[in-house]
């Protein structure tokens, strides 16, 4: 049993992500090629945005967005604490402070609550500027954008969303990496729409921003192949990338997004009353990038992971360690306790997810829990 079985959706894509990459092999146009202004287009029209820029992967496709917005040293990015690390590393890459928030314990996603105490502990400071937020759709699941959007309206500060997670997911019908003022995503494999390598995609609505990163994609490059106007980086995502993704979309929209629901209800249905299931409020849809149970305590859920390898059920701890609690951020000034973040990274345990899960897998899955 894989803990995602990419093998498994391949085997049901192999003939048309083969002649997409035999395609891309005879039209030689490896870098920048047409199937990656074709996956663009149809990414964008699946969010709902004008613009859509691929790019390397979706640590890039943040960066970028800071690097257009100038978010330098002296500014404060607030970020949540319970979430992978390049939500974080961007903000530090680019010589700003991250300011950590921690989370709703319900859902995993930024407290707005807490966001807005951290805000003001920045100003009560006066030593950071506030400029953005980057709020991440954890496991699937959009985060709270309309009071963090009434937050970001009352302080003046851009809202970045990091849907790498969150890739179709929705709000009342209003499709992730379409909030805030930018949005994010990966297609890291692993990922709810992922290719087979690295791979990100910022969107937005915005006519300039669209057009500053896709200068900045290619080494700030200006009208000429030589002219380059501004920093960069080298950050496009490559053609058979691209090529793999567009059959991949097809049936995400087509069938998996719905396999992926299906899948964590029969989760739920089976697990609530013995375990806290994941908490997903009726106007929101998740994408399920992770099914995840909140257990008690540390020794319940390491108790309950070790069961599930005795019988090679895979498990997984996403995150074991919030980002304030990190070695690299050991000497950050703005931190302190944020409790539901600590407490989650030693409750929390990942069960098997993909939209090709065998019904045995299944079974066997919810016998042992």
């Known amino acids: 049993m894989e803990f995602i079985d990419l093998h498994a959706q ?83 890459l680019q010589g700003a402070t991250p300011v950590f928030t921690d989370i709703d ?26 400029k953005a937020i980057i709020p991440v759709d954890l496991f699937g699941q959009p985060a709270d954008y309309e009071q963090i959007g009434q937050i970001a309206q009352k302080y003046n500060l851009l809202v970045l969303e990091d849907a790498a997670q969150g890739f179709g997911g929705n709000i009342n019908g209003k499709m992730a990496c379409s909030f805030g003022d930018a949005a994010t995503t990966s297609f890291f494999p692993a990922k709810p729409l992922g290719c087979y390598g690295d791979g990100g995609a910022v969107f937005t609505d915005s006519d300039e921003l669209a057009n500053l990163l896709k200068s900045i994609r290619i080494h700030g490059k200006g009208t000429e192949k030589y002219d380059n106007v501004r920093i960069g980086l080298n950050s496009r995502l490559d053609t058979i990338q691209a090529a793999i993704l567009l059959p991949k979309l097809k049936a995400f929209k087509e069938y998996e997004l719905q396999k992926r629901n299906e899948i964590a209800c029969r989760y739920t249905e089976s697990l609530k009353g013995k375990y806290t299931t994941p908490f ?24 309950l992971q070790s069961k599930l390898k005795e019988h090679n059920i895979p498990s997984m701890i996403y995150y074991p360690k919030p980002l304030h609690l990190q070695t690299c951020y050991k000497d950050l000034e703005y931190k302190c306790r944020l409790i539901n973040s600590e407490n989650a990274s030693k409750c929390v345990l990942s069960l098997p997810m993909s939209p090709w899960m065998d019904e045995c897998d299944i079974i066997k899955i919810l016998k042992f829990l």
């Open 10 to 92: 391949y085997l049901q894509l192999r003939d048309e992500i083969n002649s997409n990459i035999q395609k891309v092999l005879d039209h030689g146009k490896y870098i920048m090629g047409p199937e990656v202004f074709e996956l663009e287009e149809q990414l964008a029209e699946y969010v709902g945005v004008k613009h859509c820029i691929t790019c390397a992967n979706g640590t890039d496709a943040l960066q970028m967005v800071l690097m257009a917005w100038d978010i330098k040293a002296g500014d404060a990015v607030f970020v949540p604490s319970f979430t992978f690390m390049s939500t974080a590393e961007v903000v530090s």
């Open 280 to 303: 997903v409020p009726n106007n929101i849809k998740s994408s399920w990038a992770q099914y995840t149970l909140l257990l008690n305590n540390e020794e319940e859920r390491n108790s």
């Open 105 to 130: 314990i319900k859902t995993f996603n930024m407290s707005a609550e807490n966001l807005e105490e951290q805000i003001k502990k920045v100003l009560e400071k006066g030593k950071l500027t506030p």
